[in-house]
């Protein structure tokens, strides 16, 4: 069902003031410009002076006038500007908590339904313990969610301290892979990771696992065919590569540059329904960024799959870089 159109919405009322007024000005300069020929005629013949000086000061007083107009339409140019950047916040605010209430309630719901079911009825040990382990990762699942606002909430007011380390890329990103795949409990043969560095790099190990939670998550909930992730990481131009490749549903280009914003989700009638806060790909790229590095995405289109390209300075680089 199509939405209907809000006539009464801010932006249109402030588009249609902006074409009622400007199309009032054409029709003055349009009045004065037509009937300027018949007006100097008629000076030039009964009021020579007078109108030399006139004319002279009409010109200056429409010059003066058409420059302010210019500042005037450019003020009124950001002014919209910044109406729309505040109008799309609200809507992605909105959403933001609409889904964060659901990814509280749903986890919350679970767990009270185990308990009344395990306080009513007589339930063998088995599933007992099976019931536990469901609310464990249910909790888990409400930490996560809890964890990410706080932790972005620091990181936006400078209050989140980072550790890096010193260590060898070889090392580390192996260990995070693994963290990750038992975390969502994914066969590792459907990921292929291939590290061709022994780059030494600065980062802080935890803060990494949740960019690869994200990314790993991020591919779970948009697969819709046997999930398949090739992780590349390799060095190039004195940094760290590291690329994250799916066989997911992929992104639309459009959609693909609002992807790192904060509140953004993807709303497609392709994409499977899938919940979440739009704040996890926005909490990976502040990640990053606190480790001087960048993140980008790309995608051939729908149904290719998707690709994270990490880039971050690299300490030291020895044998088997590759250069691309």
């Known amino acids: 069902m199509k939405k209907r159109i809000n006539l009464l919405h801010p932006l249109l009322i402030f588009i249609s003031m902006q074409i009622v007024w400007l199309s009032l000005l054409g029709i003055w300069i349009y009045w004065y410009i037509s009937n300027y020929s018949m007006v100097r005629e008629f000076g030039q013949k009964y009021l020579p002076q007078f109108f030399q000086s006139t004319t002279r000061m009409q010109l200056f007083t429409l010059i003066i006038g058409l420059i302010l107009l210019v500042f005037l339409l450019v003020g009124m140019y950001f002014v919209f500007i910044f109406l729309t950047r505040q109008i799309n916040i ?125 990314l790993f998550d991020n591919a779970l909930k948009y697969s819709v065919n046997n ?27 459009e959609d693909q540059k609002h992807l790192f914003q904060k509140f953004f989700r993807v709303n497609r009638d392709h994409l499977p329904n899938v919940r979440g806060t739009g704040l996890g790909l926005y909490h990976v790229r502040e990640i990053v960024r606190q480790h001087n590095g960048k993140i980008s995405v790309y995608s051939e289109g729908l149904g290719k799959g998707t690709t994270f390209t990490i880039q971050i300075p690299a300490i030291k680089g020895k044998s088997n870089s590759l250069d691309k």
């Open 90 to 214: 609200n809507l992605l605010y909105e959403n933001f908590i609409a889904n964060f209430t659901h990814e509280l309630k749903s986890p919350l719901a679970s767990i009270q339904l185990y308990l009344e079911t395990m306080t009513k009825r007589e339930i063998d040990r088995k599933t007992q313990r099976e019931f536990l382990e469901r609310m464990l990762m249910d909790t888990q699942r409400l930490k996560r969610v809890i964890d990410a606002i706080l932790d972005i909430s620091q990181i936006e007011q400078k209050k989140k301290l980072f550790s890096p380390e010193l260590t060898v890329a070889s090392l580390v990103f192996p260990d995070i892979i693994k963290n990750s795949l038992q975390q969502f409990k994914i066969d590792p043969q459907n990921v292929e990771v291939n590290i061709n560095t022994n780059a030494q790099v600065e980062l802080d190990q935890n803060a990494w696992q949740i960019i690869f939670s994200n």
């Open 227 to 253: 999930l398949k992730i090739q992780i590349n990481i390799y060095e190039k131009n004195k940094n760290l590569i590291i690329e994250f490749k799916d066989n997911g549903v992929g992104i639309l280009p």
